[in-house]
């Protein structure tokens, strides 16, 4: 069944409506990774206690210089444990996703099964997309070319280099916004196909190809969301005392997990599913 936009948004929030269980693969994947970054906050706390004030990059560069070959490693460990911990959990909302939108409801066991099932290929498709948009990087490299490496930091005294690297930022902001729109759809498709990586890789290419579009207004749509979102909470608590504004941003949080996350999760399964005729006539949803 090939749905039109403004239906598949409309069917969408119905499924979302009637499957509130949708936002436990966030609310645990958050959860996870807190417990995953304690370690790294606690040290962090350590260094910076003692002179926060006097705080800068360049001055916790040289608190760390001396050991930044274990603190590389560390992030790096750290960077792909945070990536474990949520190919398991997004695997597992795409497969809640797909479960509601065929049956009608969506069960913790299938969240469970799903990532567990897809947690290796989501992995490494997420290390392949990582990779992927690490290669914008080069167009950094004029400008950090002019940088002298005894002062990375020295950007302000080097009009050559900043300039470089401001022009190199908005190209590789253009790249990374177009990547991300190439491979929106590669871990539905994962999962939904049990793909591998690469070849989720070359579908999700494919079908941006033919739904551009699509596409590009749903990701725009929950982009919008997400920043309206943002903005009405940053205006709220323009005026408010320190407990209100912690409660407000909590609460923008819970609103992100719990609604925006499934809701926008349902609406990528659902564009993917009716794109390639996987929904039936008749959704037994609602």
């Known amino acids: 069944m090939h749905e039109d936009l403004s239906t598949l948004f409309g069917n969408g929030f119905n499924i979302w409506k009637n499957n509130l269980n949708l936002c436990f693969p966030f609310l645990l994947g958050i959860f996870f990774s807190i417990i995953a970054l304690l370690p790294i906050l606690a040290v962090l706390s350590a260094l910076l206690s003692s002179d926060l004030e006097s705080f800068s990059p360049e001055t916790f560069y040289l608190e760390i210089k001396e050991d930044l070959s274990w603190w590389i490693l560390g992030s790096l460990l750290l960077i792909l444990l945070l990536s474990l911990i949520n190919s398991f959990f997004k695997a597992a909302a795409i497969g809640m996703s797909r479960q509601a939108l065929e049956t009608g409801r969506s069960t913790v066991e299938t969240?469970?099964?799903?990532?567990?099932?897809?947690?290796?290929?989501?992995?490494?498709?997420s290390?392949?997309?990582?990779?992927?948009?690490?290669i914008g990087i080069v167009f950094l490299l004029p400008g950090i070319a002019y940088l002298p490496w005894s002062q990375p930091f020295a950007i302000a005294?080097?009009?050559?280099?900043?300039?470089?690297?401001?022009?190199?930022?908005?190209?590789?902001?253009?790249?990374?916004?177009?990547?991300?729109?190439?491979?929106?759809?590669?871990?539905?498709?994962?999962?939904?196909?049990?793909?591998?990586?690469?070849?989720?890789?070359?579908?999700?290419?494919?079908?941006?190809?033919?739904?551009?579009?699509?596409?590009?207004?749903?990701?725009?749509?929950?982009?919008?969301?997400?920043?309206?979102?943002?903005?009405?909470?940053?205006?709220?608590?323009?005026a408010t005392n320190v407990a209100t504004l912690q409660l407000l941003s909590i609460l923008t949080g819970l609103i992100n997990i719990l609604v925006l996350a499934p809701l926008s999760t349902i609406w990528w399964t659902r564009l993917f599913m009716s794109r390639t005729n996987r929904l039936q006539e008749e959704d037994k949803s609602w």
């Open 157 to 238: 005294g080097n009009p050559r280099a900043l300039g470089l690297l401001l022009v190199g930022l908005i190209f590789l902001i253009f790249y990374l916004i177009l990547i991300s729109l190439i491979l929106a759809i590669a871990p539905y498709i994962l999962v939904i196909d049990r793909l591998g990586p690469m070849d989720a890789i070359k579908a999700s290419l494919n079908f941006f190809r033919y739904n551009k579009f699509d596409v590009i207004v749903i990701w725009l749509i929950v982009l919008a969301l997400s920043i309206g979102l943002q903005m009405i909470g940053n205006s709220l608590t323009a």
């Open 127 to 134: 290390i392949l997309t990582g990779l992927i948009m690490m």
């Open 111 to 125: 969240m469970w099964s799903s990532g567990k099932n897809n947690l290796a290929n989501m992995f490494f498709l």
